[in-house]
């Protein structure tokens, strides 16, 4: 191991003793400034040069052996040894900084992972109970039913067995187109029936019956009749108020048919609609009134309806049998 190299201190120059020689003759040298107070050394310091060294760092009076600057120079070069160290320390610590952003990357990638899982679980957990456990599962009660009044046509028992049929369906899969047909099958009277989901596991029906404009006169029966041509179920004391139908002709469109004469009983005035006893329709489509006086009223087709209805409601006051208003700007009465 190398021995460190003591800084050499320049000879004390005597003003006195020294002469310099010129070309003119001798004379006394120049007096030179004492550099050595001022002397630091600049280049940095081998650590290992003191590696052997026993010395004491907190002795500020420490003594190599030798004058107090050269202890100065020693604790200089001691100094720049712990600078190397902490220098050397460095790298540790930008090491230590990148296991931190790692674990801290690891952990944000935890945290997504656990974020997508959970949602993966939820939504599985929330799809099984809403379309496949028993809890959202449909069960019928009496209030279920709703948009029929107390005099309603619809015979509520029956709809209740078809509604009862549904039990144990899941709420939020369930088809009203299929219950639409059953229902029209078993209950004409109905015309629409819907479901209404009610939170949290409940649903309701809405129904809209049929409403009977007339009753198709068959022998001595008449049967009531939808605005749609539909035969239907009504207390035999209404039937005796709705206006009589002539039976239809089956080759024509029972649904047509029945919308070409409603719409000319439509047409009519309450007082015009109380005295006509029976309309009829032919397989020409077209329409005639029989008045519940006897008197017979030739409507035509069902075209021009309001003024036809104007004309019927000035003439049906005149003593004639036979009113014809087929085409309204020439009636003919007989």
């Not at 650590?47 to 200089?76: C, H, K, M, R, V």
């Not at 599985?124 to 039913?145: A, G, H, K, N, P």
């Not at 046509?153 to 899941?170: C, F, K």
């Not at 039976?247 to 004469?261: F, G, H, R, V, Y």
Request: some cysteine.
């Amino acid at each position: 191991m190398r021995t460190p190299r003591k800084p050499r201190k320049p000879m004390p120059l005597d003003p006195s003793a020294v002469v310099e020689r010129t070309s003119g003759g001798e004379t006394s040298a120049r007096d030179l400034p004492d550099y050595t107070q001022d002397y630091v050394p600049t280049a940095p310091v081998d650590p290992q040069d003191f590696a052997d060294l026993d010395i004491d760092e907190s002795d500020e009076s420490y003594n190599y052996g030798d004058t107090t600057e050269e202890a100065g120079y020693l604790e200089i070069s001691v100094q720049n040894d712990h600078d190397l160290v902490d220098r050397a320390d460095e790298p540790i610590e930008l090491s230590q900084r990148r296991l931190e952003r790692r674990a801290e990357q690891r952990r944000i990638q935890f945290k997504r992972f656990a974020i997508f899982s959970g949602s993966i679980i939820a939504s599985t957990v929330l799809i099984w109970l809403i379309f496949f456990s028993s809890i959202m599962t449909y069960s019928f009660q009496d209030t279920d039913i709703r948009g029929l009044s107390a005099e309603s046509i619809v015979d509520r028992a029956r709809l209740a067995d078809v509604l009862r049929a549904h039990n144990g369906e899941q709420i939020l899969l369930f088809d009203d187109q299929k219950l639409q047909a059953e229902v029209s099958q078993v209950l004409p009277e109905i015309a629409k029936i819907s479901s209404e989901y009610q939170f949290p596991n409940k649903l309701v029906f809405n129904v809209v019956e049929r409403v009977a404009v007339a009753c198709v006169v068959s022998g001595e029966q008449c049967q009531a009749i939808a605005q749609d041509g539909t035969r239907i179920a009504v207390p035999q004391d209404r039937v005796a108020s709705l206006i009589k139908i002539g039976e239809l002709p089956e080759e024509l469109d029972q649904e047509i048919a029945m919308d070409s004469m409603t719409t000319v009983l439509n047409s009519l005035n309450e007082a015009l609609r109380a005295i006509v006893g029976q309309i009829s329709i032919d397989r020409n489509m077209l329409i005639s009134l029989t008045l519940s006086d006897g008197r017979n009223v030739v409507w035509g087709q069902a075209e021009h309806n309001e003024q036809k209805a104007g004309i019927l409601a000035v003439l049906v006051n005149q003593p004639v049998s036979r009113i014809d208003v087929s085409a309204p700007n020439a009636p003919v009465t007989s």
